[in-house]
């Protein structure tokens, strides 16, 4: 049986994958038409949140069928735990990765104003005629 921060994490990445992948793209354009999902694939925090809440009754639904669900579910508290773990977890996912991308334009800008500097000093080296 999973762990809960295995659950945890696999939620998150469920929520990385839906909210911010390439693969997640025509999820979001069919279900993401109906209001409340569109609203909800914009914000990491909610989408982890439900991805987590439904990884954690799928886990915990599982581990009943095998006998072990009252161990590890533990009357349903564990699932609402889970959830909110998943969605700060996701939380901080998404912020990672758009602190990533900041940084990246960062680079690019900073890159393309040397270029231009570089430009400028050359005409500016360059003899009149």
């Not at 945890?8 to 994958?17: H, K, N, Q, R």
């Not at 409340?36 to 990884?55: D, I, K, V």
Request: proline share 3%; with cysteine; hydrophobic share 55%.
């Amino acid at each position: 049986m999973p762990t809960p921060l295995l659950v945890v994490l696999a939620a998150a990445g469920i929520t990385f994958w839906i909210t911010q992948s390439e693969m997640g793209g025509p999820i979001r354009n069919t279900v993401g038409r109906i209001s409340f999902f569109g609203r909800m694939f914009e914000c990491a925090f909610c989408t982890g949140f439900w991805a987590g809440l439904l990884s954690a009754v799928a886990v915990g639904t599982v581990a009943a069928l095998e006998g072990q669900g009252v161990a590890w579910l533990h009357d349903g508290m564990m699932a609402l735990l889970i959830a909110f773990a998943s969605a700060i977890a996701a939380l901080a996912l998404d912020s990672i990765s758009e602190l990533a991308d900041a940084q990246v334009g960062m680079y690019a800008l900073q890159a393309r104003l040397e270029q231009v500097l570089d430009a400028r000093r050359s005409e500016d080296d360059s003899p009149e005629e």
